[in-house]
């Protein structure tokens, strides 16, 4: 495990982590809780809306009009912000848009910035880029507060907390923000935060923040939060600056009619969530009195040239596909080393990455589609992991050379693929198949095979072959000419049961 | 411009290849089979509001435009308000005597956060989900002034409630896509769940949300 943890790089494949928080109980208590509550009230307040798949279709058909000019919609974004006073960047990498933030702080002279919570400059690490200049980033999300002040990453992209409970909190903030008396009651928590947070708003002179829309037509942009440290920062500074994907545009003001209605309900299952912020450039006398808006693009030009991949540009970070999620909800979002988790993340991190370097995530799913019919931009989250895992397998064996040709997978898909083309051959390797197997299967199941063949079946358990195949039935059933009833309760072999499920009596259960 | 932008584009353009040259934007269909407007009568829509609002846990009252200062006294008085922070441009007959209000001519952070609340109107109410909308203009003030106090009383008149969130964002063309205003959406006081999914009131804004929805005379 001396392989670090970075976001940049995907050091330990999902399966390795997973294993890890799959041991920790109160993570997946915590978890079950949180994925549960927000389900149920996702699904209350989507029911209230009649027009829900009317709201999702327009929600999908704009961002494809969106991504398949994006362009176009760059060049209108950039100039209308320009217009309306602020000015605006463009950053091809993580290491070119901290260079640029970095700049703009320094420039300032500030020695702090305050920061709303946001998934790209997680993306970007900015918060260490700063740090190497000697420029403190000061989360002011509650939860993202607990998990600096504690040194950790973000386990839930909207509560990223999720898997501390307040006696831990509450032992954290004594200890680094020198309180003595502390009760665990949430409300006391939150204060606690509240007044060491307030000074913070009045007194330090940059702000950053990420981007939920950015309006092409107008160069209004959008922050939707809860808390309303999102409004301190956007408002109390004297300098903003933003960092947006640059899928985050969209054409214009009236498509919030649409994505402020899907948003919220899918997001924290609430109507609306207690804030949302819209400006437009600088605002004489109101606000901050210089905005710079950085676009990053970071891999997402290369998720847009794949047909299928590009859908993956729709995501609005609402991560209602985490909490319907089955693997999800049992691992956590450690388990996917990177700041994207659930089923969103499998899909968008090895595209941002590469599948080279985020391979496993796209086996990080059952492929259920309980996320695509959550998603209320119609992401179809199966199609695009399917398509991914294709990617992978198709990367093993041309860029490994003879090094993938020779990897035990595709070995056996060879030869798999052999056997399968001759009726005779097949039929061999059944009747082999049948006692090779026979130390390794139970109850029908095979659960683990020896290596290399254990690669496997970690993941996954195998049906064992049948004592009598479909084929040996109909052969005997062609003999006698009709179906004897011995025989036809042998088509039960061809379901699997094996010889010890039969003498455990379960077959005439 | 600068390498990066152009690059970018490059890159963008490249990936879009597949995208036919002739392909304008309104190309790409987008069907708003969604509902425009609300079919309920107004006094749903105004009952709806009411009940929304007061479901995020913000107090809630409905007068008549002649009640309105004596509401807003009582309501200050029952907060223990001393120092009311109002925008320059509230309507004069909406203070009651008895109460220190603070105009906003230029006041600092430090005088705006040592106020006990802060008295505004509204640009729109929306029914569907409870939400106050602040634009900025009439009786609104800068975006601040919500901010800070802890107490915010708002008033809303009674047509200036809508039934759903598209009528709202049409109503607000003019201040977005002509005066550039900075716009607030507000759904109840500020709130976390950060802590094992507790909802809390009151984070960093108001903790206390107070609405008074004035009827006509
Ligand atoms: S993929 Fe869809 S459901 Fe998942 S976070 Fe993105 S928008 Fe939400």
């Known amino acids: ?509 | 411009m600068s390498a990066a932008r152009d690059e970018i584009l490059q890159r963008v353009r490249l990936a879009l290849r597949d995208v036919p040259q002739r392909e304008q934007p309104t190309d790409v269909a987008v069907e708003r089979g969604y509902r425009p407007t609300a079919d309920a009568s107004r006094e749903h829509v105004i009952e709806l509001f009411v009940e929304r609002v007061r479901e995020y846990k913000a107090t809630v009252r409905i007068v008549t435009a002649h009640a309105l200062p004596t509401t807003i006294a009582e309501s200050c008085a029952a907060r223990g308000v001393r120092r009311l922070l109002v925008p320059v441009d509230i309507p004069r007959e909406w203070l009651p005597a008895g109460i220190e209000a603070l105009r906003d001519t230029e006041l600092t952070y430090a005088q705006i956060d040592g106020c006990d609340g802060v008295l505004t109107g509204c640009a729109l109410g929306i029914a569907q989900t409870g939400t106050i909308v602040l634009d900025g203009g009439q009786a609104q003030g800068r975006r601040v002034l919500t901010l800070l106090p802890d107490y915010h009383l708002c008033v809303v008149r009674t047509e200036q409630i809508v039934g759903l969130v598209p009528e709202a964002v049409a109503r607000l063309v003019p201040a977005v896509c002509e005066q550039q205003r900075a716009i607030t959406f507000i759904s109840g006081p500020s709130a976390t769940s950060d802590i094992e999914l507790n909802r809390v009131e009151g984070v960093h804004g108001p903790r206390t949300l107070e609405v008074i929805v004035v009827t006509p005379d």
């Open chain 1, 1 to 509: 495990m001396s392989r670090s943890n970075s976001k940049f790089h995907i050091p330990l494949t999902f399966q390795e982590s997973a294993r890890a928080a799959l041991e920790n109980t109160q993570l997946r208590r915590n978890l079950g809780k949180a994925t549960q509550t927000i389900r149920a009230k996702r699904a209350s307040v989507v029911d209230e809306l009649p027009d829900w798949q009317e709201l999702r279709e327009a929600g999908r058909a704009i961002k494809e009009r969106t991504l398949r000019h994006l362009d176009e919609y760059l060049l209108q974004l950039e100039a209308a912000v320009q217009r309306a006073g602020g000015q605006v960047h463009w950053a091809r990498d993580a290491i070119e848009a901290n260079r640029i933030v970095a700049g703009i702080v320094l420039e300032h002279g500030a020695s702090e910035v305050i920061k709303v919570k946001s998934l790209t400059t997680d993306e970007i690490r900015m918060n260490e880029a700063l740090g190497q200049h000697g420029v403190t980033a000061i989360e002011t999300d509650l939860a993202e507060l607990i998990i600096q002040l504690a040194h950790e990453e973000s386990s839930h992209i909207l509560v990223p907390a999720i898997h501390k409970n307040r006696a831990e909190i509450r032992t954290l903030f004594m200890h680094t923000l020198g309180i003595s008396e502390l009760s665990d009651e949430p409300a006391e928590l939150a204060a606690v935060a509240r007044r060491y947070l307030r000074t913070k708003f009045l007194s330090v002179p940059v702000a950053t923040s990420g981007v939920n829309f950015a309006v092409a037509a107008t160069g209004t942009i959008a922050v939707v939060e809860s808390e309303g440290n999102g409004r301190m920062c956007l408002t109390l500074p004297e300098v903003l600056i933003s960092i947006m994907g640059i899928e985050k545009v969209i054409p214009g003001w009236q498509d919030f009619e649409v994505f402020l209605q899907l948003l919220p309900r899918s997001s924290t299952g609430e109507r609306m969530n207690p804030y949302t912020s819209f400006w437009t450039g600088v605002h004489p006398g109101d606000g901050p009195q210089a905005f710079h808006l950085v676009l990053l693009d970071n891999g997402r030009s290369r998720v847009l040239a794949d047909h299928i991949g590009r859908q993956t540009l729709n995501c609005i970070r609402c991560s209602a596909c985490l909490n319907v999620c089955p693997v999800y909800e049992r691992t956590g979002g450690h388990a996917y080393n990177s700041v994207y988790p659930g089923p969103i993340g499998a899909i968008l991190t090895p595209q941002l990455l590469g599948v080279e370097r985020a391979g496993s995530l796209p086996y990080a799913s059952s492929l259920c589609g309980a996320c695509y019919d959550v998603c209320p931009v119609k992401i179809n989250i199966p199609e695009v992991l399917v398509h991914l895992r294709a990617q992978v397998v198709r990367h093993k064996q041309t860029s490994e050379g003879i090094k993938g040709k020779l990897d035990p997978e595709a070995i056996g898909m060879r030869l798999l693929a052999r056997v399968f083309r001759s009726p005779e051959r097949y039929e061999q390797a059944q009747k082999l198949a049948r006692l090779g197997q026979i130390p390794f299967a139970r109850r029908g199941i095979i659960e683990r095979l020896p290596p290399p063949l254990n690669v496997w079946t970690t993941m996954r358990d195998l049906q064992a072959v049948p004592r009598q195949t479909f084929r040996d039935w109909w052969r005997k059933r062609r003999v006698f000419g009709s179906v004897p009833k011995a025989d036809a309760d042998g088509v039960g072999d061809a379901d699997g049961v094996d010889a010890e499920a039969a003498a455990a009596g379960r077959r005439n259960v």
